[in-house]
């Protein structure tokens, strides 16, 4: 988003500024004359010597040539350190009508490319000017030479070992004004373009390898950030200078070669990823070729041979396999990113070649490197891709998300319904509960009076104003069922006085003494639920001896033993058989409501004489008891 429209702009500016480069004059009728210097070697200390050292002009044998002049470099060269060197010297006409022009007079010159060992300019027998200071970098940096006043001829003196050659391209001479714009002009895809690269490519490397990091399972971004970092590795080669460092520069060449090796395998690695193309074979021969053309170029083997052509050529051939294998792919299953890299590696192919033979000078080295021009086409292909894949799982995770809510609004409707069918469930249940619980009130407490009453009845014992009486405790009884649910907590010597009071008149109509032994203080607290338990396990006990035992005496104890409290009722009646007594609701209703107490209910009898009913709770309210009491609330 920031580069394109950047790039897009400068481009488009330097489009539309005029060239200066028309108003030079190109210089014609130059001759050369190669000066033998022996077998010495060109490096810092021994080239500052070489520049400045005049020639022997007697010597000197012109040949006409025309510019650009260059001798081609051979696919392999021996290169050792004692091979033949030479100086290749033009002489430079200066056009009579160059004179007079601006700037004072000041005349200029400016070359497209000088390749070879550091150039220096003379001019009537004496060092005008010299390039010491930056000589490694110069095939990529135009000449420019400030011509002396007066001057009609210079002389351009270029060193270089002979098995490698040297190239030097048109001229122009002109006014120096002219000469200055034109040279920066020059200079925005001599150097510019390539810094602007390296720039660029390692913001996107930081870029990439934080994505990478955060994201390790995805390969893609690794790969785009390693191929940034190649390429700007490779772009340094245009514009880095190490002059001054001679065993650096051995080393720094050997990596910008090695850079292109790299640069082309990780790019097609990046390629296969992007588009899910599994060759693993062919990748693993391609790593192979980069690590073994890196390690059979280090300068540690001191081949003493130069085989740059021979090096690319190895990698123009890697280029054509993997864009082979990607275009089979491509046209089996196009898509717009694979097309679009299969395009950029093309792209960046044939400027890569083009490179190389401007750069071994087999073809005119007036042209600009366009080595960096082909970066540029990867740099926006693979972020194009980048930006394709990325939108895609953007759409992606957004459709699944929608599919998400509609599967969550869906368990919602499921849920709503579910919760409203358990609701019904959990009102019905509690209904039944109330109901049970109702039924075992109305059997235990209203039940047992009646059956007593209609008992006493049967045996004709009451008289009308009895009766009347014995229906009001009925009345109250029913009165004290539906009440008993809505009372707070009440003492259990409460609760038994209630009981008492209750059921006295009861039995002594139905000719039952009732003896009462309750300590007076138990100091047990029961919630609602609690008391009406106890009442109705009494009341049931208590209506079973009048139904059925045929008793004269009811003893009820109340008494507390061993942190518990223990409420008994026996009687001197008749007595059961345990194991005979048929089931009915009483008998376990009782024992429900001892177990919803926290407590335990005991019944027996001593021989045919008598029965026992024995009630323990404990000091405290169990638990159970609440949970019991939550369970039966609506």
């Given at each position: 988003?920031?580069?394109?429209p950047?790039?897009?702009?400068?481009?488009?500016?330097?489009?539309?500024?005029?060239?200066?480069?028309a108003?030079?004059?190109?210089?014609?009728?130059?001759?050369?004359?190669?000066?033998?210097?022996?077998?010495?070697?060109?490096?810092?200390?021994?080239?500052r010597?070489?520049?400045?050292?005049?020639?022997?002009?007697?010597?000197?044998?012109?040949?006409?040539v025309?510019?650009?002049?260059?001798?081609?470099?051979?696919?392999?060269?021996?290169?050792?350190?004692?091979?033949?060197?030479l100086?290749?010297?033009?002489?430079?006409?200066?056009?009579?009508?160059?004179?007079?022009?601006?700037?004072n007079?000041?005349q200029g010159?400016?070359?497209?490319?000088?390749?070879g060992?550091?150039?220096?300019?003379?001019?009537?027998?004496?060092?005008?000017?010299?390039?010491?200071s930056?000589?490694?970098?110069?095939?990529?940096?135009p000449?420019?030479?400030?011509?002396?006043?007066?001057?009609r001829?210079?002389?351009?003196?270029?060193?270089?070992?002979?098995?490698?050659?040297?190239?030097?391209?048109?001229?122009?001479?002109?006014?120096?004004?002219?000469?200055?714009?034109?040279?920066?002009e020059?200079?925005v895809?001599?150097?510019?373009?390539?810094?602007?690269?390296?720039?660029?490519?390692?913001?996107?490397?930081?870029?990439?390898l934080?994505?990478?990091?955060?994201?390790?399972?995805?390969?893609?971004?690794?790969?785009?950030?390693?191929?940034?970092?190649?390429?700007?590795?490779?772009?340094?080669q245009f514009?880095?200078?190490?002059?001054?460092l001679d065993?650096?520069?051995?080393w720094?060449?050997?990596?910008?070669?090695?850079?292109?090796?790299?640069?082309?395998?990780?790019g097609f690695i990046?390629?296969?990823?992007?588009?899910?193309?599994?060759?693993?074979?062919?990748?693993?021969?391609?790593?192979l070729?980069?690590?073994?053309?890196?390690?059979?170029?280090?300068p540690?083997?001191?081949?003493?041979?130069s085989?740059?052509?021979?090096?690319?050529?190895?990698?123009?051939?890697v280029?054509v396999?993997?864009?082979?294998?990607?275009?089979w792919?491509?046209?089996?299953?196009?898509?717009?990113?694979g097309v679009?890299?299969?395009l950029?590696?093309?792209?960046?192919?044939?400027?890569?070649?083009?490179?190389?033979?401007?750069?071994?000078?087999q073809?005119?080295?007036?042209?600009?490197?366009?080595?960096?021009?082909?970066?540029?086409?990867?740099?926006?292909?693979?972020?194009?891709?980048?930006?394709?894949?990325?939108?895609?799982?953007l759409?992606?995770?957004?459709?699944?998300?929608?599919?998400?809510?509609?599967?969550l609004?869906?368990?919602?409707?499921?849920?709503s319904?579910q919760?409203?069918?358990?609701q019904?469930?959990?009102?019905?249940?509690?209904?039944?509960?109330?109901?049970?619980?109702?039924?075992?009130?109305?059997?235990?407490?209203?039940?047992?009076?009646?059956?007593?009453?209609?008992?006493?009845?049967?045996?004709?014992?009451?008289?009308?104003?009895e009766?009347?009486?014995?229906?009001?405790?009925?009345?109250?009884?029913l009165?004290?069922?539906?009440e008993?649910?809505?009372?707070?907590?009440r003492?259990?010597?409460e609760?038994l006085a209630?009981?008492?009071?209750?059921v006295?008149?009861?039995?002594?109509h139905?000719?039952?003494?009732l003896?009462?032994?309750?300590?007076?203080?138990?100091?047990?607290?029961?919630?609602?639920?609690?008391?009406?338990?106890?009442l109705?396990?009494?009341?049931?006990?208590?209506?079973n001896?009048?139904?059925?035992?045929?008793?004269?005496?009811?003893?009820?104890?109340?008494?507390?033993?061993?942190?518990?409290?223990?409420?008994?009722?026996?009687?001197?009646?008749?007595?059961?058989?345990?194991e005979?007594v048929e089931?009915?609701r009483?008998?376990?209703?009782?024992?429900?409501?001892?177990?919803?107490?926290?407590?335990?209910?005991q019944?027996?009898?001593?021989?045919?004489?008598?029965?026992?009913?024995?009630?323990?709770?404990?000091?405290?309210e169990?638990?159970?008891?609440?949970?019991?009491?939550?369970?039966?609330?609506?």
């Amino acid at each position: 988003m920031v580069a394109l429209p950047m790039a897009v702009f400068s481009w488009w500016t330097y489009l539309q500024a005029p060239s200066r480069l028309a108003e030079l004059k190109r210089v014609e009728g130059v001759s050369v004359w190669q000066e033998p210097l022996g077998n010495r070697i060109i490096d810092q200390a021994s080239i500052r010597e070489i520049v400045r050292t005049p020639p022997n002009w007697q010597q000197a044998q012109w040949t006409p040539v025309d510019l650009p002049n260059f001798i081609e470099l051979r696919h392999s060269v021996e290169l050792p350190p004692e091979s033949p060197k030479l100086r290749a010297w033009f002489r430079i006409p200066i056009p009579v009508d160059a004179e007079g022009s601006r700037s004072n007079g000041r005349q200029g010159l400016l070359g497209f490319r000088v390749q070879g060992g550091a150039w220096s300019v003379w001019a009537d027998g004496k060092l005008i000017q010299a390039n010491l200071s930056d000589w490694r970098i110069q095939w990529n940096v135009p000449l420019r030479i400030t011509v002396p006043l007066g001057a009609r001829e210079v002389f351009l003196a270029v060193p270089y070992a002979e098995p490698l050659g040297y190239s030097v391209g048109s001229i122009f001479v002109g006014p120096m004004d002219v000469i200055d714009s034109a040279w920066q002009e020059r200079n925005v895809l001599y150097l510019d373009l390539p810094r602007f690269m390296s720039v660029m490519a390692l913001l996107l490397m930081v870029v990439s390898l934080h994505l990478a990091w955060s994201r390790p399972k995805d390969r893609m971004f690794a790969l785009l950030g390693f191929n940034a970092l190649i390429w700007s590795i490779t772009c340094l080669q245009f514009s880095f200078d190490v002059t001054g460092l001679d065993s650096l520069w051995v080393w720094f060449g050997s990596a910008m070669d090695s850079s292109i090796n790299w640069m082309v395998i990780l790019g097609f690695i990046f390629a296969f990823e992007l588009e899910s193309l599994r060759v693993p074979r062919l990748t693993a021969a391609m790593l192979l070729y980069a690590v073994v053309g890196t390690l059979v170029t280090l300068p540690i083997w001191n081949w003493q041979k130069s085989a740059l052509i021979a090096q690319q050529y190895g990698n123009i051939g890697v280029m054509v396999l993997g864009l082979v294998v990607l275009g089979w792919h491509v046209i089996r299953r196009p898509r717009r990113e694979g097309v679009v890299i299969f395009l950029a590696l093309s792209t960046h192919l044939g400027l890569g070649a083009h490179t190389l033979l401007n750069l071994t000078n087999q073809t005119n080295p007036d042209s600009f490197y366009s080595f960096s021009i082909g970066v540029v086409a990867l740099y926006f292909a693979f972020m194009y891709a980048v930006g394709r894949r990325t939108v895609a799982a953007l759409n992606s995770t957004e459709r699944h998300e929608g599919e998400l809510k509609n599967r969550l609004a869906e368990q919602e409707i499921r849920l709503s319904e579910q919760h409203v069918r358990l609701q019904q469930l959990e009102v019905a249940r509690r209904l039944n509960t109330q109901r049970d619980n109702i039924m075992q009130d109305l059997h235990d407490r209203l039940g047992s009076n009646l059956t007593s009453a209609l008992l006493q009845a049967r045996k004709g014992v009451l008289s009308p104003e009895e009766t009347v009486l014995l229906l009001q405790d009925l009345a109250d009884e029913l009165r004290h069922v539906g009440e008993s649910a809505s009372q707070e907590q009440r003492s259990l010597n409460e609760l038994l006085a209630e009981l008492r009071q209750r059921v006295q008149n009861r039995l002594a109509h139905g000719g039952i003494y009732l003896v009462w032994d309750v300590t007076p203080a138990l100091g047990l607290q029961l919630n609602a639920q609690a008391a009406q338990h106890v009442l109705a396990m009494l009341s049931e006990a208590i209506a079973n001896v009048i139904k059925h035992a045929e008793a004269n005496q009811i003893r009820l104890e109340a008494k507390r033993t061993g942190g518990e409290i223990a409420i008994t009722i026996t009687d001197n009646g008749n007595g059961f058989d345990a194991e005979s007594v048929e089931p009915g609701r009483g008998l376990p209703g009782m024992r429900h409501r001892a177990v919803a107490l926290g407590g335990a209910l005991q019944m027996g009898t001593a021989g045919l004489r008598g029965t026992a009913w024995r009630l323990t709770l404990p000091e405290s309210e169990s638990e159970s008891e609440s949970e019991s009491e939550s369970e039966s609330r609506p």
